[in-house]
């Protein structure tokens, strides 16, 4: 039985509330892209949490038209590498075309497509970027294969409750080489079963900023009743 390596951490006392991603996800196998190491992708656009996580890098896709000030915003913040979604749905054809080519210029490490984008795209997409096309997949009767016959280089698999089971189908019809990218759900045990099936990075949904802002605000509220 391999030992278990010790990690020697050190803390900054302003910066010691962070986000951190469960530490399950770290079992995957990651995906090199340009040359970094991805296993943990952070799924934000609050610029005040991707400044703080442990995330190896940033999925900022948003349920709005793609635009280039969200992305500038987030890529001037983030200390780790970021896909950038880039439409495919709503904004799709050229216009998700150039949008993609910008979040290249600006120094993403990689487009987010959304589920609805037609393979036309995809390839239009490929002949014009350098970086990799990442392809969201949500259910097992998408047309994946159209999507990587057309470009796509990597699948985000985002299929709710069924994730680990898409997942596991899509291993088995292409084998160790094709990378993927899943979420890994609110567990230990079903990102971990997410890992066994075969994908090799995992998104991670952080808690809102309202949220924690409780947390701090309840512990703010018991230190004053305890002068």
Do not use: W
């Not at 045990?189 to 997410?194: D, E, Q, Y």
């Not at 890992?195 to 018991?222: L, Q």
Request: proline letters at 6%; a positive charge; hydrophobic letters at 40%.
């Amino acid at each position: 039985m391999e030992k278990e390596k010790y990690i020697p951490e050190v803390k900054s006392q302003l910066r010691s509330r962070i986000i951190e991603v469960p530490s399950v996800i770290y079992k995957a196998s990651g995906i090199k892209i340009l040359g970094t190491r991805i296993k943990s992708l952070l799924f934000s656009t609050d610029v005040a949490i991707i400044k703080n996580t442990n995330a190896n890098s940033i999925i900022a896709v948003y349920p709005f038209t793609p635009q280039l000030s969200i992305t500038q915003a987030i890529l001037e913040v983030a200390p780790v590498p970021v896909f950038a979604g880039v439409g495919g749905g709503l904004t799709t054809g050229k216009r998700s075309v150039d949008i993609a080519l910008q979040a290249e210029l600006m120094g993403a490490y990689g487009v987010v497509i959304n589920a609805p984008t037609a393979p036309e795209v995809i390839s239009k997409m490929y002949n014009r970027i350098d970086i990799p096309i990442i392809a969201t997949v949500v259910t097992e009767y998408d047309d994946y294969k159209a999507k990587l016959d057309a470009g796509a280089r990597i699948l985000n698999i985002s299929g709710g409750a069924k994730t680990a089971q898409i997942v596991k189908k899509i291993r088995d019809e292409y084998g160790k080489e094709l990378p993927i990218i899943a979420t890994g759900g609110p567990t230990d045990n079903s990102i971990l079963a997410t890992i066994e099936a075969g994908a090799n990075s995992i998104t991670y949904t952080p808690p809102c900023t309202a949220d924690i802002f409780a947390e701090v605000m309840s512990k703010y509220r018991k230190d004053k009743e305890q002068k």
